[in-house]
């Protein structure tokens, strides 16, 4: 922190004498380091792949060239004010400085150059639509928070535990392929600016992922995943907890390798807590991200309708990263400061299906002139307004064993032979720029058949749900009495942020899906080895 202080300063008074009339001295310059340690055990096929730690310093320069009002980041622009470099990884105070000083110096090199061209293209192009300033002004924000040291567990004992997970894939000789990975994260952050904000925050978080594929007889192929998150190893499932859920995800695997192929549908469906809460996160939460109002290539679905409803009545939807855990379970989504030195806040998007405002980093747009605290980015990108936890909530709720019997009414009602019941949703993605239509599409995991006629329940497999925002989020009638979590990592152009969603179950009138992509490869000629043996081979 000492050399990152004394750095800065020395850079803007030194920039600032030393511009040249076709100069610009740069208004801002931000510093924000981050002190990663990583461990990562893999393993698959029942044995360890690999087991390695690693430590790593990086910082993110950012120096804006211009005023709040027009800077370098203009327009397309916005990433020329981002420069990343490696920290030494020892307490040399003068290497950090002279590090800090050459890619100070690149980074100034670059914001000037794109300042340039912004300010040619203004002297040409059309008026913009709107016309908000490139950078929010804020107060200066001063915390220093506990370091957390390295995380100290049983790295050998770990490599025992992951191995042995997965080596239960080997009784399921259809599982093609799998994976169980442990990943121990732990990061001091370190940030200082010209405005003189002044931040140490740590952050930690340990997570398995366990990943499966199988492929059924007619060339599809079929994956399931599950993630358990916590803040340390011993918050972490019981090793015999982890098993029986790995069991339960082979067991599935192997139903949906046989189970039939759906049909494209369009009527009544049943989404699960879970498949509520990542639907929501793709459907509705990348709309409202602020970024995604401003410029002429986004499509802009929410801008306009603040102050009116675009959700039924009794939905509202917040966006929380200041809540750790909910319900016993560790949310990814949870963080203190953004990558911009803002405090993380709470967020009422939308309350009673009337929409209020919109997730900002320090990027204004119309009518919002201020970060909410939810500036995020990868390391190494440059920060835009993204999710942190978004949590759905509703007055209009129903029993979940009432939701079914309210399904099969639906389904009767609209005459059709079935709905859909989305018990678990892996991932999706949407689409909001305007030269792509504005709709969005859902990957299920686990999809059944719910029959009128008291028909047992039935798997299917090769599911997608699409649609557009505007019509899907109309559709729905009611909502279960308990909340599912989704933890996960969302992309977007600021990279990979960890990400969590919290919703009820819910009761849709109408959801549309289509097949999923299918392969031609058959399941492979040659058998697993111990599949034709009673013995497993080690």
């Known amino acids: 922190m000492d050399a990152m202080t004394a750095e800065l300063d020395r850079a803007m008074t030194s920039l600032s004498k030393a511009a040249q009339p076709n100069q610009q001295p740069p208004y801002y310059i931000g510093y924000d380091a981050h002190d990663l340690t990583r461990l990562?055990?893999?393993?698959?096929?029942?044995?360890?792949?690999?087991?390695?730690?690693?430590?790593?310093?990086?910082?993110?320069?950012?120096?804006?060239?211009?005023?709040?009002?027009?800077?370098?980041?203009?327009?397309?622009?916005?990433?020329?004010?981002?420069?990343?470099?490696?920290l030494p990884l020892t307490e040399n105070r003068l290497a950090i400085a002279r590090t800090l000083w050459w890619g100070t110096n690149a980074c100034y090199g670059n914001a000037l150059q794109s300042y340039l061209k912004v300010k040619s293209e203004l002297a040409v192009q059309a008026k913009e639509e709107d016309n908000s300033p490139d950078f929010s002004r804020q107060d200066a924000v001063h915390a220093q928070l506990p370091l957390i040291p390295t995380p100290t567990l049983d790295r050998?004992?770990?490599?025992?535990?992951?191995?042995?997970?997965?080596?239960?894939?080997?009784?399921?000789?259809?599982?093609?392929?799998?994976?169980?990975v442990l990943t121990v994260s732990s990061v001091n952050n370190y940030f200082v600016s010209s405005e003189g904000s002044r931040l140490v925050y740590p952050h930690q978080l340990i997570r398995i992922v366990v990943v499966a594929s199988t492929r059924a007889e007619d060339g599809m192929d079929i994956s399931l995943a599950r993630t358990f998150e916590s803040r340390t190893d011993h918050d972490l499932p019981s090793q015999t907890e982890l098993e029986r859920q790995i069991q339960l995800l082979a067991?599935?695997?192997?139903?949906?390798?046989?189970?039939?192929?759906?049909?494209?549908?369009?009527?009544?469906a049943l989404l699960s807590g879970r498949a509520s809460a990542v639907?929501?996160?793709?459907?509705?939460?990348?709309?409202?991200?602020?970024?995604?109002?401003?410029?002429?290539q986004e499509g802009?679905?929410?801008?306009?309708?603040?102050?009116?409803p675009i959700l039924p009545a009794f939905i509202s939807v917040a966006d929380d990263p200041t809540i750790a855990v909910f319900d016993g379970t560790y949310l990814s989504g949870y963080y203190t400061y953004d990558e911009e030195g803002q405090p993380a806040q709470r967020v009422e998007l939308v309350q009673k299906g009337i929409?209020?405002?919109?997730?900002?980093?320090?990027?204004?747009?119309?009518?919002?002139?201020?970060?909410?605290?939810?500036?995020?980015?990868?390391?190494?990108?440059m920060p835009t307004g993204r999710q942190g936890t978004l949590i759905v909530t509703s007055t209009n709720i129903t029993p979940e064993k009432k939701l079914r019997k309210l399904l099969i009414d639906e389904i009767?009602?609209?005459?059709?032979?079935?709905?859909?019941?989305?018990?678990?949703?892996?991932?999706?993605?949407?689409?909001?720029?305007?030269?792509?239509?504005?709709?969005?599409?859902?990957?299920?995991?686990?999809?059944?058949?719910?029959y009128a006629d008291g028909r047992p329940d039935e798997l299917v497999r090769g599911v997608q749900i699409v649609g557009t925002p505007q019509t899907a989020l109309t559709q729905i009638l009611a909502t279960g009495d308990k909340q599912g979590v989704f933890n996960g990592e969302c992309g977007a152009e600021s990279g990979s942020v960890p990400v969590s969603a919290i919703a009820p179950a819910m009761l849709?009138?109408?959801?549309?899906?289509?097949?999923?992509?299918?392969?031609?490869?058959?399941?492979?000629?040659?058998?697993?080895p111990g599949a034709d043996t009673a013995q497993e081979v080690q």
């Open 40 to 86: 990562n055990i893999l393993a698959q096929q029942g044995a360890i792949v690999s087991s390695d730690e690693s430590h790593q310093r990086t910082a993110d320069i950012t120096v804006r060239i211009g005023d709040w009002k027009v800077d370098n980041t203009h327009g397309t622009h916005r990433t020329s004010a981002l420069h990343s470099i490696e």
């Open 156 to 180: 050998k004992a770990w490599e025992q535990r992951i191995r042995a997970l997965s080596a239960i894939f080997r009784a399921h000789p259809q599982i093609i392929t799998n994976m169980v």
């Open 251 to 268: 067991g599935q695997l192997d139903a949906l390798r046989t189970a039939p192929v759906a049909e494209p549908y369009n009527g009544p």
């Open 279 to 296: 639907f929501f996160h793709e459907v509705l939460g990348h709309r409202l991200e602020g970024q995604r109002q401003r410029g002429t």
């Open 300 to 308: 802009q679905t929410f801008t306009k309708d603040v102050g009116k």
């Open 355 to 381: 929409l209020q405002q919109f997730l900002m980093s320090r990027m204004p747009i119309a009518n919002f002139d201020s970060s909410n605290g939810h500036g995020r980015a990868q390391i190494g990108r």
């Open 412 to 450: 009767k009602k609209q005459n059709k032979p079935y709905g859909l019941y989305f018990e678990d949703i892996a991932s999706g993605y949407t689409l909001t720029q305007r030269v792509t239509p504005q709709a969005f599409q859902v990957i299920p995991q686990l999809v059944y058949r719910v």
């Open 508 to 528: 849709f009138g109408e959801i549309e899906t289509q097949k999923a992509p299918q392969g031609k490869a058959r399941p492979p000629i040659l058998p697993s």
